[in-house]
């Protein structure tokens, strides 16, 4: 089954004390690189999340976005800096007693003083933290899978009929090529007997230029080598595995063996018909770029 590295995915789990949630993108790359982003009391699940993310996805680059939200008991609750604020009001006593200004001290002004109420995380139950994360990642990896294997059926169905118009191209290169070295043995003969008796020549010696001229521009076998990576790369659509790296180096090959045909054919017809596949070859590379 083909898949493309381009995808997104969300997915959400929770329990009574929490809520996480995980967004995952992908797109194109090499290897396969992981990035998570998390918030900090999440910073000891960065490799677990890395791995489980990994299993299942072998190749691209992928961003890991993960969000914990707490409930109930494990909600966030406003604590107070109890020392903080008893210096903070030492320090406006002394300063009502030192300058000549009147009033008490206002509770407004010291919840204004930084630092003077935090935030404080509820006790929070690793099993179930580790629990939701699992289930946000694996929900969130099926929607990314999903996507990608949608996008990777509509890849596969434009090789394959880019396939079709190359094997059909290739046919007629099939059929064409044994006729060039006939067609140029011809032409050579009508020179020859245009330059009637002022000239002599050697038949032995026309026949093998002719035959030199033939081995020169045989391409039987770099149609045979051809036509053996296309039957590969068709066995490579079906694969369950990732294939991305060997399909791109089967359209390397493609593009050796018909550069080859090319510089060999000695024919405008055999030529045109090279460009042709190249240009088919290009459009299926730029595929292949895609595919885990």
């Keep these: 089954?083909?898949?493309?590295?381009?995808?997104?995915?969300?997915?959400?789990?929770?329990?009574?004390?929490?809520?996480?949630?995980?967004?995952?993108?992908?797109?194109?790359?090499?290897?396969?690189d992981i990035t998570v982003k998390a918030p900090r009391s999440l910073m000891a699940l960065e490799n677990?999340?890395?791995k489980r993310v990994g299993?299942?996805?072998?190749?691209?680059?992928?961003?890991?976005?993960?969000?914990?939200?707490?409930?109930g008991?494990?909600?966030?609750?406003?604590v107070m800096n109890r020392p903080l604020v008893a210096a903070y009001v030492e320090l406006f006593e002394e300063m009502r007693n030192s300058?000549?200004?009147d009033g008490g001290i206002p509770l407004s002004l010291l919840v204004q003083q930084r630092d003077v109420i935090s935030l404080e995380e509820g006790a929070l139950s690793e099993s179930l933290l580790r629990q939701a994360l699992e289930a946000a990642i694996g929900k969130a990896v099926d929607a990314l899978e999903a996507m990608r294997v949608a996008e990777g059926s509509a890849t596969c169905a434009d090789i394959e009929e880019r396939l079709r118009l190359i094997e059909e191209m290739l046919g007629k290169i099939e059929a064409r090529a044994p006729r060039v070295a006939e067609e140029w043995r011809g032409k050579l003969s009508e020179r020859l007997e245009k330059l009637g008796g002022d000239v002599a020549f050697d038949p032995q010696r026309v026949a093998q230029e002719v035959a030199i001229f033939a081995?020169?521009?045989?391409?039987?076998?770099?149609?045979?080598?051809?036509?053996?990576?296309?039957?590969q790369f068709r066995g490579l659509l079906q694969a369950e595995e990732p294939v991305g790296r060997q399909m791109d180096f089967l359209t390397q090959e493609f593009n050796r063996e018909v550069n080859t045909m090319g510089s060999k054919s000695n024919?405008?017809?055999?030529?045109r018909t090279v460009v042709g596949i190249k240009a088919e070859l290009e459009k299926i590379r730029e595929q292949v770029q895609n595919i885990e």
């Design 48 to 50: 677990e999340t890395k």
């Design 73 to 78: 008991l494990a909600a966030a609750k406003p």
């Design 99 to 101: 300058f000549p200004v």
């Design 1 to 32: 089954m083909i898949k493309s590295m381009t995808g997104y995915g969300k997915g959400e789990g929770a329990s009574a004390e929490l809520s996480v949630s995980v967004e995952i993108k992908s797109v194109n790359h090499r290897y396969c």
């Design 267 to 271: 024919d405008s017809e055999l030529t």
């Design 215 to 231: 081995d020169r521009c045989d391409i039987s076998e770099e149609i045979t080598r051809f036509k053996s990576h296309l039957e």
């Design 55 to 71: 299993e299942r996805l072998r190749r691209g680059k992928i961003d890991v976005f993960v969000n914990l939200e707490f409930t």
